[in-house]
């Protein structure tokens, strides 16, 4: 080979290495978060179709905190996991409950989040104060949702009806509309719909479980734990986790969460 050639070559292998050097650092540099955007006000598309939410605004405080940009990866909420898995994203950050099963195969950043699933009725209706009140009736969730799995297992020992749906948004037009009784979800979920709709919506009493939320990871994932736990504690500190909670829930549901699972699987 002629000097020439190889000087060409050595350059062409250079040329490699400082791309993927390059490339790396961008990746390292982006923070792929997984969200089901149906979720209000956790995470949903408004009028101009902005991704926008509690989880949005507290994943990107937390970006800042790590010194990532965001990239926020909208999934299906039936196939989250599976994205995951796959490496589709970083972490889930999606209203995700901590429960027992869950933790067998992922890791979670400490809870940011108090959560637990409740019945949302009409109001008035002061006739469900535990399960046992949904005998008889026709109860809407969101398919695979920790409210589904609740539902399912109560439906062992209760006869109730069970309708779900793809989108929690279909759930409350479905209750409007008179095709189901009562609603399992989570918390937060509740307090937006009862707050936009409160001639439509009210929450019982009946509270089925204890399940506060917590971001998502790979078990190998233990580095970045860390990481997202250290900031999640310096938002907290400096009360930009409560000012996230009353700007999207109306109220502070950051503080003194309890961790204590309480979880029907």
Known sequence: MKKTGIIAALLM????FLFAGCTSKTDSSVLKIGV????????YRDKDNNLVGFDVALAKEIGKKLGMEVEFVSTAWDGIFTGLDTNNYDIIMSSVSI?????????????????????????????????????????GVQIGTT???AAQKYMETIDFQLEKYD??????????????????????????????????????????TNEPIGICLAKENTELKDKIDKAIEDLRADGTLKKISEEWLGADYTS??????NVIE
């Open 99 to 139: 429960t027992p099963k869950r933790l067998e195969k992922y890791i979670f950043s400490k809870p940011y989040l108090s959560n637990g699933q409740v019945i949302v009725v009409k109001p008035g209706d002061t006739a469900v104060t535990k399960a046992e009140d949904l005998k008889g009736k026709k109860i």
């Open 36 to 43: 089901d955007d149906s979720y209000p006000p956790m995470e």
């Open 167 to 208: 989108e929690i948004i279909q759930t409350f037009s479905a209750m409007k509309a008179g095709y189901v009784d009562y609603i399992v979800v989570d918390y937060p979920v509740a307090i937006e719909y009862v707050a936009n709709d409160p001639a439509s919506f009210e929450i019982s009493s009946a509270q089925l």
């Open 13 to 16: 292998v250079m040329g490699i």
């Open 256 to 261: 003194d969460i309890d961790e204590k699972l």
């Open 147 to 149: 409210a589904d799995t």
